[in-house]
């Protein structure tokens, strides 16, 4: 049984940092591409950022780019979402997802869906 779970989110105030984790088991984690979503209250999903299987490649929305940084451990099946400089606009449920191919990681053609954790950045 394929499972993500998402950790890590909370209540932070503008400036501050959190770290997101997404907990993989039920397939080959290795082998796939991670991706961080997020949607915000009344608007649509939106890509954050991606990492390839090995790593070797990343891609950020460009709303996140120099703040969030995202690396994965497959030795501990885990991917994580290092969040800086928080914004009140940053404030979402995160999703993590994956996917075979690292092909078009901005798209949400993923075959796997986390069920999220919420990101609330006030003061």
């Known amino acids: 049984q394929v499972q993500l779970v998402e950790s890590g989110g909370g209540l932070v105030q503008p400036g501050g940092s959190l770290r997101l984790a997404c907990a993989a088991s039920?397939?080959?984690?290795?082998?796939?591409?991670m991706g961080w979503f997020r949607q915000a209250p009344g608007k649509e999903r939106e890509f954050v950022a991606a990492?390839?299987?090995?790593?070797?490649?990343?891609s950020y929305a460009d709303s996140v780019k120099g703040r969030f940084t995202i690396s994965r451990d497959n030795a501990k099946n885990t991917v994580y979402l290092q969040m800086n400089s928080l914004k009140p606009d940053d404030t979402a449920v995160y999703y993590c997802?994956?996917?075979?191919?690292?092909?078009?990681?901005?798209?949400?053609?993923?075959?796997?869906w986390g069920q999220g954790t919420q990101v609330t950045v006030s003061s």
């Open positions: 997802a994956a996917k075979r191919t690292y092909w078009r990681p901005d798209n949400q053609l993923y075959d796997y």
């Open positions: 039920g397939f080959a984690f290795s082998t796939y591409t």
């Open positions: 990492i390839s299987s090995g790593s070797i490649s990343t």
